[in-house]
């Protein structure tokens, strides 16, 4: 079995993140910047004459506070992981530099209205995306870059534009998610301003989701935005499945990555979730 020789940085780039989970404690209120310990939760929840009578300064319930709110932060950290291993491989495959797979755009924060007249200044914000390919930074007789270039062909007819409008398409920029099935509106609206903001320069906003756990209205509003979407499941199309792009265009079999690493991957999440689930973890 081919394996890479960056095999275990890419999953350290993955996985590590997730450890910073297994020492997730609830804050319950708090301004406690470590969390509330068990020992903590037992004094002020035994303090209180309702909650003491009523049986919640139990150690289950701690354990049922750290499980919640850990395994939103399990979510949120593999997140992360995905988002540096999906970085490290499209460098890595196009020999890029860290300018040339970087990409950001500034934007006008909201700010909160006040009965004041006086008109302050704009407060600006920068977002930066997780991965870029542009045409000019791959060699133009290079077989990678004629992949990108089809590619991008076939990814804007997938999006419905135009053929003067896919000629003008120079690269591709990638927001890449472990899963979305949040329905957030504001997050939404963040990431269809990526794909304005994108699309102002010419390139293809693409979202790449490594699993299958994606709201389907959200991915919808995408579309309808002419947004790619590529999602993880076993499509061949390389417009449609993320693992399908990597093995067409990135050269990196994504999905023969994880199945080769399925032990090494579970073993270190399960500890995880088991010391979050654990009171005294």
């Not at 304005?196 to 919808?220: E, G, K, W």
Request: net charge positive; charged share 30%.
């Amino acid at each position: 079995m081919n394996t890479s020789p960056h095999e275990d940085r890419y999953l350290d780039l993955l996985l590590d993140p997730l450890t910073e989970c297994a020492n997730y404690k609830p804050k319950f209120g708090t301004d406690e910047s470590d969390g509330v310990s068990l020992a903590q939760f037992t004094d002020m929840y035994g303090a209180d004459p309702f909650y003491h009578w009523i049986g919640l300064d139990s150690p289950h319930m701690y354990a049922a506070h750290k499980a919640a709110g850990g395994m939103t932060s399990i979510y949120r950290q593999l997140g992360t992981g995905v988002d540096r291993l999906f970085r490290a491989l499209v460098k890595d495959h196009f020999d890029l530099t860290d300018e040339q797979v970087k990409w950001s755009y500034e934007f006008e924060r909201e700010v909160r209205k006040t009965k004041k007249k006086d008109k302050k200044p704009p407060v600006m914000g920068t977002r930066t995306l997780d991965a870029r390919i542009d045409l000019a930074h791959i060699r133009p007789k290079a077989d990678a870059h004629e992949r990108v270039q089809k590619w991008l062909q076939r990814a804007g007819k997938k999006c419905g534009l135009p053929d003067a409008r896919i000629k003008q398409i120079t690269g591709v920029v990638f927001e890449a998610r472990q899963g979305y099935k949040s329905a957030d509106s504001k997050r939404a609206e963040a990431d269809l301003a990526f794909g304005r903001n994108a699309d102002a320069v010419n390139y293809m906003p693409v979202v790449a989701i490594v699993s299958t756990q994606a709201s389907q209205q959200i991915l919808r509003s995408y579309r309808n935005g002419k947004m790619l979407v590529l999602v993880g499941n076993d499509d061949t199309e390389d417009v449609v499945s993320t693992y399908a792009f990597f093995r067409n265009v990135i050269g990196f079999e994504l999905d023969e990555f994880f199945k080769r690493n399925t032990d090494v991957m579970r073993k270190r999440c399960v500890a995880v979730i088991e010391k979050l689930l654990s009171p005294t973890g």
